[in-house]
């Protein structure tokens, strides 16, 4: 069956600092990856996704960036981190891009606070 | 405008009764997906169930079942007979076309408090 991990899962950073999230997923091979950012008590929004290595889309402009250096690994770094960029990150997979049917699964999630 | 409405911002529901979550949504896309996802307050998100536009009956998994109703583009979610650990945060998401992919889309979610 497949796994999706996240670590870490909380992270406390100040303002200017760099950052590093990682997601793996194991039993599946190319999934689509996706990068969500949740603010409190709000719904998900999109940051990146990725359909193999190296291919990112960038939904919203912003300081972040993602990078997928293998099939099962998804990054999400920032330079400078801002006080805006708090919130709870999600990694999902999914299997198939260009279907309506597809169901996109999630990690554990990383819940950053930015001071 | 709002791509994905969920109207109800928190419910109280009793310990096993029936609860319906509304869901309202907007595409011009004929091909879509309705997805309802669980998030209890440790954060990760369950999916719970699956509709598609084309589906001609009502999706359901064991306790939860989707209220399909397209013309008037509702996808409620109903839980029935509502245990303890059914209190969570609820996300309907719409699953349409964007350029050459898929993307989902979200709504705000709806809190659900059950009452032993």
């Known amino acids: 069956s497949q796994t999706i991990h996240q670590w870490p899962a909380t992270l406390v950073q100040p303002v200017g600092s760099p950052l590093s999230l990682e997601c793996t997923v194991e039993?599946?091979?190319?999934?689509?990856l996706y990068w969500y950012r949740q603010a409190a008590g709000r719904g998900l929004q999109l940051l990146f996704y990725?359909?193999?290595?190296?291919?990112i889309s960038s939904e919203v402009p912003q300081n972040l960036s993602a990078s997928r250096p293998q099939d099962r690994q998804f990054i999400l770094s920032s330079k400078k981190l801002l006080l805006s960029d708090s919130g709870f990150y999600l990694c999902?997979?999914?299997?198939?891009?260009?279907?309506?049917?597809?169901?996109?699964?999630f990690g554990p999630g990383t819940r950053l606070t930015v001071l | 405008a709002q791509k994905i409405t969920q109207t109800q911002p928190g419910m109280f529901v009793q310990e096993k009764e029936a609860v319906t979550l509304d869901c309202t949504y907007d595409?011009?896309?004929?091909?879509?997906?309705l997805f309802w996802y669980k998030q209890p307050s440790s954060g990760e998100m369950i999916f719970l169930i699956y509709?598609?536009?084309?589906d001609q009956q009502n999706a359901t998994e064991g306790r939860y079942s989707l209220n399909f109703q397209k013309a008037r583009k509702s996808a409620n979610l109903v839980i029935s007979a509502s245990q303890l650990g059914d209190s969570a945060m609820y996300f309907c998401?719409?699953?349409?076309?964007?350029?050459?992919?898929?993307?989902?889309?979200w709504g705000a979610g709806t809190k659900l408090i059950i009452k032993p």
């Open positions: 999902a997979w999914g299997a198939l891009a260009g279907a309506p049917t597809d169901t996109q699964y």
């Open positions: 039993g599946t091979s190319n999934p689509n």
């Open positions: 990725s359909v193999g290595i190296g291919q």
């Open positions: 595409t011009s896309d004929p091909s879509y997906g």
């Open positions: 509709q598609g536009s084309y």
């Open positions: 998401a719409m699953r349409e076309r964007q350029d050459s992919n898929y993307q989902l889309i």
